[in-house]
């Protein structure tokens, strides 16, 4: 069974920085992982989940234009990871974040909140 472990999230002000990551498992994960596109979502308290950012298998990466020149995404295949560096955060970027493939195939795991605060 495929897992996803999302890390990396905490309390920061605004301006500020933070890396998330998530690890994908699963006994038959190695054989796909490096041929999936890959998803950063996020889902604000009364607020409906949203896609933030993808990267395709072939490493091309597309995002939301509410992150667009702060955010980037990045994936290790040898690690089964992808990772998402945020930049210059605003009180509206705070949120529970997860990963997932960009059609959300996996379940999902429990994410990482993210709380954007002076």
């Known amino acids: 069974q495929v897992q996803l472990v999302e890390s990396g999230g905490g309390l920061v002000q605004p301006g500020g920085s933070l890396k998330l990551s998530c690890v994908v498992s699963?006994?038959?994960?190695?054989?796909?992982?490096?041929?999936?596109?890959m998803a950063w979502y996020r889902q604000a308290p009364g607020k409906q989940r949203e896609l933030v950012a993808h990267i395709t298998n072939g490493a091309n990466t597309n995002y939301a234009d509410s992150v667009k020149g702060r955010f980037t995404i990045s994936r290790d295949n040898a690690k089964n990871t992808v990772y998402l560096q945020m930049n210059t955060l605003k009180p509206e970027d705070t949120a529970v974040y997860y990963c997932n493939t960009l059609t959300g195939d996996i379940n999902w795991g429990q994410g990482t909140q993210v709380t954007v605060s002076s």
């Open positions: 699963g006994s038959v994960l190695r054989l796909y992982f490096a041929l999936w596109s």
